[in-house]
């Protein structure tokens, strides 16, 4: 069921082709992807840019394989703040994105936490520095929980545009 958008820019199913393309493969030319998407290259480009524009295509990035670079392991980071106030939590985030082993960081309700974290480290011993020398020493930080990464079912990077019809 298509969800209701207000004051949304529209989007009709070239830009849904055009968004699923780039999510997919953000190193298309626009030659190859006007080709994808059924469109000549002028037209492609001026939806392109008029997506980049409105803010829906927010940057192009290259995904890395971390096991290639020795980065092994991955862990789940639940938090919790002693204290709930804007310049406790302000304090946190901006700490935390500091550090460039943490790949998310999602503030949470529902868990007995905090804050999520997903971070990527080359083995427990760095984690285990990570976690002493970094996240313990945030001021504020009462509590932390840990989880391991064992296989990654599900590794995607693109939004279900479906809901857009």
Excluded: W
Excluded at 1 to 25: A, G
Excluded at 96 to 114: F, H, K, M, N, R
């Amino acid at each position: 069921m298509p969800i209701k958008r207000k004051n949304l820019l529209e989007i009709d199913k070239t830009d849904r082709r055009i968004l699923d393309q780039v999510q997919r493969d953000g190193s298309l030319t626009n030659q190859e992807l006007a080709d994808k998407v059924g469109l000549s290259p002028s037209p492609c480009l001026r939806r392109v840019r008029a997506l980049e524009e409105a803010g829906i295509i927010v940057r192009t990035v290259t995904i890395l394989d971390h096991k290639k670079l020795g980065l092994d392991l991955t862990a789940i980071i639940l938090i919790g703040m002693d204290r709930h106030t804007p310049e406790r939590f302000a304090e946190f985030e901006e700490k935390v994105s500091e550090y460039p082993e943490v790949q998310e960081c999602y503030l949470i309700t529902g868990q007995d936490a905090d804050y999520m974290l997903k971070i990527v480290v080359p083995d427990m011993d760095h984690y285990h520095q990570f976690l002493l020398n970094r996240i313990t020493r945030i001021q504020g930080v009462s509590g932390v929980h840990s989880s391991f990464v064992l296989r990654r079912v599900i590794d995607s990077t693109s939004l279900p545009l479906g809901y857009l019809d």
